[in-house]
T-cell receptor, first 111, second 120 residues
Framework: EDKVVQSPLSLVVHEGDTVTLNCSYE??????LLWYKQEKKAPTFLFML????IEKKSGRLSSILDKKELFSILNITATQTGDSAIYLC???????????FGTGTRLTVIP | NAGVTQTPKFQVLKTGQSMTLQCAQD?????MSWYRQDPGMGLRLIHY???????DQGEVPNGYNVSRSTTEDFPLRLLSAAPSQTSVYFC???????????????????FGPGTRLTVL
């Protein structure tokens, strides 16, 4: 059975801190791993990772995948209150588009 | 583009009632799906469709029906609502990249704003 485990479940940091969110997975015929940010409503797409060791970057956010150890990390540097959200990790099998989600990490950034 | 739209935003039903959650996208995406999100459970796939006329079950399909008569629309029907179906429902869509005219890979899924359903 596919499994996605995110840690920590929740995290409270001060503005300016750097955070690392973790996602480990077990999935048959892995194809890609996706990160989403969910504020009050719909999840919004952050990154899609398919290859090991290649960092994806967008502003203060970056992510990398390790297909040998079956995990990914999402880094956020110089956090801002607008980064407060639930961060979701999902995996996708080869030949399919269905996403299997973890339970998410709730990040709270306090001023 | 409006993206992925869902109606209604909120709904309260009594046990045994039926209703349809609407989902539409204007991006000409082949793939559409329905997820439910419950506290502590993450998002779970209910049903999905890879194109008009084609639907299939996800992880938690019981109690729900879908159809895909057009590329744009993918309604989710609750046949006889139960309190266990109280949840937030998200519709999502994505497109299939092609290389030299052949399907190659799916891209990220775009989510609608969600419908919060309460079944009493």
């Amino acid at each position: 059975e596919d499994k996605v485990v995110q840690s920590p479940l929740s995290l409270v940091v001060h503005e300016g801190d750097t955070v690392t969110l973790n996602c480990s997975y077990e999935v048959t015929n892995f194809r890609s791993l996706l990160w989403y940010k969910q504020e009050k409503k719909a999840p919004t797409f952050l990154f899609m990772l398919t290859s090991s060791g290649i960092e994806k970057k967008s502003g203060r956010l970056s992510s990398i995948l390790d297909k040998k150890e079956l995990f990914s990390i999402l880094n956020i540097t110089a956090t801002q209150t607008g980064d407060s959200a639930i961060y979701l990790c999902a995996v996708r099998r080869a030949g399919a588009n269905n996403l299997f989600f973890g339970t998410g990490t709730r990040l709270t950034v306090i001023p | 583009n409006a993206g992925v739209t869902q109606t209604p935003k909120f709904q309260v039903l009594k046990t045994g009632q039926s209703m349809t959650l609407q989902c539409a996208q204007d991006m000409n995406h082949e793939y559409m799906s329905w997820y439910r999100q419950d506290p502590g459970m993450g998002l779970r796939l209910i049903h999905y469709s890879v194109g008009a006329g084609i639907t299939d079950q996800g992880e938690v399909p019981n109690g729900y029906n879908v159809s895909r008569s057009t590329t744009e629309d993918f309604p989710l029907r609750l046949l006889s609502a139960a309190p266990s179906q109280t949840s937030v429902y998200f519709c999502a869509s994505s497109y299939l990249s092609t290389t030299s005219g052949r399907a190659s890979s799916y891209n990220e899924q775009f989510f609608g704003p969600g419908t919060r359903l309460t079944v009493l």
